[in-house]
T-cell receptor, first 115, second 114 residues
Framework: AQKVTQAQTEISVVEKEDVTLDCVYE???????LFWYKQPPSGELVFLIR??????QNEISGRYSWNFQKSTSSFNFTITASQVVDSAVYFC????????????FGQGTELSVKP | SQTIHQWPATLVQPVGSPLSLECTVE??????LYWYRQAAGRGLQLLFY??????ISSEVPQNLSASRPQDRQFILSSKKLLLSDSGFYLC?????????????FGDGTRLSIL
């Protein structure tokens, strides 16, 4: 069965610290897709990144980077030099091919960045 | 560009009253549409999804229902609300059913049942 686990419920850091949000997934499919979303206090979910199961290349976008490792079924998210505006709940999600696009979400990690 | 509209933003309803939440997408055709609920514990639960007009798949048994009367319109309804229906409801859309496309979410509706 498919599952996404975000073991860190809450993380608190001081501005400019680096922080890594962990995500571990379970699936039996060989074709799947992984996503990260950000949910600021206002409530809407903002899409950050998608990776497919055939592409383990890590990605960097500004202060954000993602590390995808199939060997450990992990898709971790690192924020470098965190800022107060990064404070939000971050969700990791899994989608399996040809399942109607359904997303299985982790429980989310609440990141608090203090000035 | 594509936009998704969801209303109302907040709603307070008594137990036993009916519910109708509406979601519309602009700027695309034949999108996949989804309804999620986020309870206080934070996790998002998929309630319904639709790959076309009149096609609704339900993920969990409940007293809610969904309809898609038009290509870009998705409606979440209930005939009689329960206290347990309180939560944050999010509508989303994506391109195609293959799962490789990200879902894009509306601003959500905060529903409180008294």
């Amino acid at each position: 069965a498919q599952k996404v686990t975000q073991a860190q419920t809450e993380i608190s850091v001081v501005e400019k610290e680096d922080v890594t949000l962990d995500c571990v997934y379970e699936t039996r499919d060989t074709t799947y897709y992984l996503f990260w979303y950000k949910q600021p206090p206002s409530g809407e979910l903002v899409f950050l990144i998608r990776r497919n199961s055939f592409d383990e290349q890590n990605e960097i976008s500004g202060r954000y980077s993602w590390n995808f490792q199939k060997s450990t079924s992990s898709f971790n998210f690192t924020i470098t030099a965190s800022q107060v505006v990064d404070s939000a709940v971050y969700f990791c999600a899994l989608s399996e091919g040809n399942q109607g696009g359904k997303l299985i979400f982790g429980q989310g990690t609440e990141l608090s960045v203090k000035p | 560009s594509q936009t998704i509209h969801q209303w109302p933003a907040t709603l307070v309803q008594p137990v036993g009253s009916p519910l109708s939440l509406e979601c519309t997408v602009e700027g695309t055709s034949n999108p996949n549409l989804y309804w999620y609920r986020q309870a206080a514990g934070r996790g998002l639960q998929l309630l319904f999804y639709s790959v076309g007009i009149g096609q609704i798949s339900s993920e969990v048994p409940q007293n809610l229902s969904a309809s898609r009367p038009q290509d870009r319109q998705f409606i979440l309804s209930s005939k009689k609300l329960l206290l347990s229906d309180s939560g944050f409801y999010l509508c989303a859309w994506s391109w195609g059913p293959s799962g490789d496309q990200p879902q894009h979410f509306g601003d959500g509706t905060r529903l409180s049942i008294l």
